[in-house]
């Protein structure tokens, strides 16, 4: 049977995967596998949701399991997954609860579990709550079950610790940001406009059903004419929890995740927040980061593909700044987890406190053309570690030098080996590319 929790949680068609009595489930156990762990105190949990209209219901089941169960619940109701992780710190609670599918389309729903102090749960952690599912277990009563409270003030806390996490005010900015009708919807324009900004909100009114339609990071078009035609000085787009971020400069250019962290690395360098002088990326950020953080005199880490892998290696080397190319970015100094927001006003306090261009400060990286090709194969371990495969990748490499990257891997989840090239131009990346594919699709 597979494993229930993936890499960022539960998640599945809501009210048919994932179903109420699934989500009570799930609570429930948590909320015994904590009180197992310390039964010094009551378990306390921290809920908040996106604006989907799953939410509402998805809500109800979880604080129904977790106050079965015995542990109180603060609801802060729609709220960015990194508010919630901030509050579980800040309000001192054993668990966090984030229902949201993130960038999903609307029907999808999920649940995300923060363990105390905000952090993602351990892997076995996670075993032990889906081994508790279904489990006949006594259930407390009388003033042993469970209560529920309401934090009112739950934006103001997280955007209070925003407020603090940016070394200089954003004074003199002209913002657009597309809330992808989400959980950012009322916190990311008042944050923005708090630290000192001009803030045009867009995909800011949520009805339950129009988060992530054709909006949001995912679709960017909008807010690349918005910013031109507002004459902005940027552009941030969320997704649908608003852990993640991308850009937009005055032009409506896009900045992705690897353009930023070039950004913030060359700041926290140039602050002393920059620990080891190194940057922790995947294998799929662009070759261009790694000819500008050399350039920078800054190291990096590569990981796996996957968010958890680069806070893995933060946690580990003891880092202070890492990410992805799709835009989640993990300070570990000011979050426990990405945070869409903060890395907004990072950058947004960069361009502010140098007076420079959004342009300008990427500038400082040339992204390369990328081409990545999908090949499906009856076995890709066999197939990636095929010498034919192998000579074929040494010879495109060779040809490419300095000048370019090839990367192949198997598919986490299918029958497939991705192959990825980068060069300088994007007709030698695609050939390059499609060559190789045609050599892993004759290695059976």
């Given at each position: 049977?597979?494993?229930?929790?993936g890499?960022?949680?539960?998640?599945?068609?809501?009210?048919?995967d994932?179903?109420?009595?699934?989500?009570?489930?799930?609570?429930?156990?948590?909320?015994?596998?904590?009180?197992?762990?310390?039964?010094?105190?009551?378990?306390?949990?921290?809920?908040?949701?996106?604006?989907?209209?799953?939410?509402?219901?998805?809500?109800?089941?979880?604080?129904a399991?977790?106050?079965?169960?015995?542990?109180?619940?603060?609801?802060?109701?729609?709220?960015?997954?990194?508010?919630?992780?901030?509050?579980?710190?800040?309000?001192?609670?054993?668990?966090?609860?984030?229902?949201?599918a993130?960038?999903?389309?609307?029907?999808?729903?999920?649940?995300?579990?923060?363990?105390?102090?905000?952090?993602?749960?351990?892997?076995?952690?996670?075993?032990?709550?889906?081994?508790?599912?279904?489990?006949?277990?006594?259930?407390?009563?009388?003033?042993?079950?469970?209560?529920?409270?309401?934090?009112?003030?739950?934006?103001?806390?997280?955007?209070?610790?925003?407020?603090?996490?940016?070394?200089?005010?954003?004074?003199?900015?002209?913002?657009?940001?597309?809330?992808?009708?989400?959980?950012?919807?009322?916190?990311?324009?008042?944050?923005?406009?708090?630290?000192?900004?001009?803030?045009?909100?867009?995909?800011?009114?949520?009805?339950?059903?129009?988060?992530?339609?054709?909006?949001?990071?995912?679709?960017?078009?909008?807010?690349?004419?918005?910013?031109?035609?507002?004459?902005?000085?940027?552009?941030?787009?969320?997704?649908?929890?608003?852990?993640?971020?991308?850009?937009?400069?005055?032009?409506?250019?896009?900045?992705?995740?690897?353009?930023?962290m070039?950004v913030?690395?060359?700041?926290?360098?140039?602050?002393?927040?920059?620990?080891?002088?190194?940057?922790?990326?995947?294998?799929?950020?662009?070759?261009?980061?790694?000819?500008?953080?050399?350039?920078?005199?800054?190291?990096?880490?590569?990981?796996?593909?996957?968010?958890?892998?680069?806070?893995?290696?933060?946690?580990?080397?003891?880092?202070?700044?890492?990410?992805?190319?799709?835009?989640h970015?993990?300070?570990?100094?000011?979050?426990?987890?990405?945070?869409?927001?903060?890395?907004?006003?990072?950058?947004?306090?960069?361009?502010?406190?140098?007076?420079?261009?959004?342009?300008?400060?990427?500038?400082?990286?040339?992204?390369?053309?990328?081409?990545?090709?999908?090949?499906?194969?009856?076995?890709?371990?066999?197939?990636?570690?095929?010498?034919?495969?192998?000579?074929?990748?040494?010879?495109?490499?060779?040809?490419?030098?300095?000048?370019?990257?090839?990367?192949?891997?198997?598919?986490?989840t299918e029958?497939?080996?991705?192959?990825?090239?980068?060069?300088?131009?994007?007709?030698?990346?695609?050939?390059?590319?499609?060559r190789?594919a045609?050599?892993?699709?004759?290695?059976?």
């Amino acid at each position: 049977m597979a494993r229930l929790f993936g890499t960022d949680g539960v998640r599945g068609l809501a009210n048919s995967d994932l179903t109420p009595e699934l989500v009570l489930s799930v609570a429930a156990s948590a909320a015994r596998v904590l009180a197992a762990h310390d039964s010094s105190h009551r378990p306390v949990a921290v809920v908040g949701r996106d604006p989907r209209a799953s939410g509402e219901m998805l809500q109800a089941a979880v604080c129904a399991g977790l106050t079965s169960a015995g542990a109180d619940v603060m609801q802060v109701g729609v709220l960015p997954t990194p508010g919630v992780a901030h509050l579980v710190a800040e309000l001192n609670a054993d668990l966090g609860v984030m229902i949201s599918a993130s960038h999903n389309p609307m029907p999808d729903n999920g649940i995300k579990l923060f363990a105390a102090g905000g952090h993602k749960l351990a892997d076995a952690i996670e075993d032990e709550i889906e081994a508790g599912l279904g489990h006949a277990a006594a259930r407390p009563t009388g003033a042993a079950v469970g209560r529920v409270y309401d934090i009112n003030d739950a934006h103001d806390r997280y955007i209070a610790h925003l407020l603090k996490s940016i070394p200089n005010r954003l004074d003199g900015l002209r913002v657009v940001v597309d809330c992808a009708n989400g959980a950012a919807w009322a916190a990311a324009p008042q944050a923005y406009r708090e630290a000192g900004a001009e803030v045009i909100a867009i995909h800011a009114l949520p009805d339950g059903e129009n988060i992530n339609d054709n909006c949001g990071s995912t679709h960017l078009d909008a807010l690349r004419a918005t910013v031109v035609a507002e004459g902005a000085h940027l552009g941030i787009a969320h997704d649908g929890d608003a852990d993640r971020c991308l850009a937009v400069d005055a032009a409506g250019e896009i900045i992705d995740g690897d353009q930023i962290m070039v950004v913030l690395a060359m700041a926290m360098k140039e602050a002393g927040e920059l620990i080891e002088d190194t940057l922790v990326v995947t294998v799929m950020s662009n070759l261009g980061l790694h000819l500008a953080m050399r350039e920078a005199g800054i190291g990096l880490h590569t990981t796996s593909v996957g968010d958890r892998y680069v806070l893995a290696e933060l946690r580990a080397r003891g880092l202070s700044l890492g990410g992805e190319q799709s835009g989640h970015v993990l300070l570990p100094t000011y979050a426990t987890t990405g945070d869409g927001l903060l890395t907004a006003m990072r950058l947004m306090a960069r361009m502010a406190g140098t007076g420079r261009s959004l342009a300008d400060l990427a500038g400082a990286m040339r992204r390369l053309p990328q081409v990545l090709l999908n090949v499906r194969v009856a076995d890709k371990a066999t197939v990636a570690a095929s010498p034919a495969v192998s000579a074929a990748v040494a010879a495109v490499s060779a040809e490419l030098g300095d000048t370019g990257r090839v990367l192949l891997r198997p598919s986490g989840t299918e029958q497939l080996v991705r192959v990825m090239v980068e060069a300088p131009s994007h007709e030698v990346a695609q050939s390059a590319a499609e060559r190789l594919a045609g050599v892993v699709s004759a290695a059976h």
